[in-house]
């Protein structure tokens, strides 16, 4: 029998991009290069006055005499990055993974507000999501070692849900247990006016956070609280404990590189890695 050929990596079925499209890769996403990194450095600056604009719309004062200006600077950044995003579109050789990343998905965040605000008044405050833009500032100014331990923090964090998950619902259990407690042996003339009015009671109380808005009034329901409190402190170093035994379990050395992938414009991979670890294309030298 003859062996049937094995299939190609998927990294080279993408489209070669023209002279043009490659050359505005380099700038786009090529902040080794000075053209790329003059550009990140300008859409930088660009997001930070952006989110200016979008704070001082926000403040009466300025509000009322900078209407005008404050409305068409919104509309000028606007404009700029929604044709940043067409670009970074552009020049990839296959637009949809680019739009389906990380940051691609942040970019198009940073805008779509601006358009809602057309239909839904208020949605367009919501541009100071532009702030998550600035974690390219890491790649730009060659920090990797922050992407390093950024890396190690969502890997901790992503082995710790099933325990933080056991945790959470032991919790839920507690506070409704003595939620409904204190609202049999408080009652309404306390302000416990319901059980889902004392969960919420004992929720603020065993977090330690203590609003209160409610207290108990009678020396059984006081000594119910005590002993919320107490559990409270205990409860609160669980979470901190479990996420700690994950980052000692999950650091490891890791080094990574700022060149970007010109097929789905990922970044941060491995100094050694020849290939991109999101789409498979072969990274640039």
């Given at each position: 029998?003859?062996?049937?050929?094995?299939r190609q990596l998927r990294y080279n079925q993408g489209t070669t991009l023209s002279a043009w499209r490659e050359a505005l890769n380099q700038i786009v996403f090529g902040s080794e290069t000075a053209a790329g990194r003059r550009f990140d450095i300008t859409v930088i600056v660009a997001i930070l006055l952006s989110i200016l604009v979008v704070m001082l719309d926000s403040v009466a004062d300025f509000q009322q005499r900078y209407a005008t200006t404050l409305f068409w600077a919104e509309?000028?950044?606007?404009?700029?990055?929604?044709?940043?995003?067409?670009?970074?579109?552009?020049?990839?050789?296959?637009?949809?993974?680019?739009?389906?990343?990380?940051?691609?998905?942040?970019?198009?965040?940073?805008?779509?507000?601006?358009?809602?605000?057309?239909?839904?008044?208020?949605?367009?405050?919501?541009?100071?999501?532009?702030?998550?833009?600035?974690?390219?500032?890491?790649?730009?100014?060659?920090?990797?070692?922050?992407?390093?331990?950024?890396?190690?923090?969502?890997?901790?964090?992503?082995?710790?849900?099933?325990?933080?998950?056991?945790?959470?619902?032991?919790?839920?259990?507690?506070?409704?247990?003595?939620?409904?407690?204190?609202?049999?042996?408080?009652?309404?003339?306390?302000?416990?006016?319901?059980?889902?009015?004392?969960?919420?009671?004992?929720?603020?109380?065993?977090?330690?956070?203590?609003?209160?808005?409610?207290?108990?009034?009678?020396?059984?329901?006081?000594?119910?609280?005590?002993?919320?409190?107490?559990?409270?402190?205990?409860?609160?170093?669980?979470?901190?404990?479990?996420?700690?035994?994950?980052?000692?379990?999950?650091?490891?050395?890791?080094?990574?590189?700022?060149?970007?992938?010109?097929?789905?414009?990922?970044?941060?991979?491995?100094?050694?890695?020849?290939?991109?670890?999101?789409?498979?294309?072969?990274?640039?030298?």
């Open positions: 029998m003859t062996a049937k050929p094995k509309w000028l950044f606007t404009g700029l990055f929604t044709l940043e995003y067409v670009l970074r579109l552009i020049c990839v050789r296959r637009p949809w993974l680019y739009a389906r990343s990380f940051f691609g998905i942040v970019d198009l965040l940073s805008i779509l507000p601006a358009y809602l605000g057309l239909l839904l008044p208020g949605a367009e405050y919501m541009l100071t999501l532009r702030i998550l833009r600035l974690l390219r500032i890491f790649r730009v100014l060659k920090l990797s070692e922050y992407l390093e331990e950024a890396d190690i923090l969502v890997v901790a964090l992503v082995n710790s849900v099933r325990k933080i998950t056991v945790f959470l619902y032991a919790v839920l259990t507690l506070v409704v247990v003595f939620g409904t407690l204190m609202y049999v042996v408080e009652g309404p003339a306390a302000g416990f006016t319901s059980i889902p009015k004392a969960v919420y009671w004992a929720i603020v109380t065993i977090t330690t956070v203590g609003y209160g808005d409610i207290a108990p009034k009678t020396p059984i329901g006081q000594m119910i609280a005590s002993t919320i409190m107490i559990m409270g402190y205990g409860i609160i170093a669980v979470p901190t404990g479990i996420y700690s035994a994950e980052l000692l379990n999950t650091r490891k050395n890791q080094n990574l590189d700022n060149r970007a992938c010109p097929d789905c414009g990922a970044a941060s991979h491995d100094f050694d890695a020849a290939h991109c670890k999101y789409c498979g294309h072969r990274l640039d030298a």
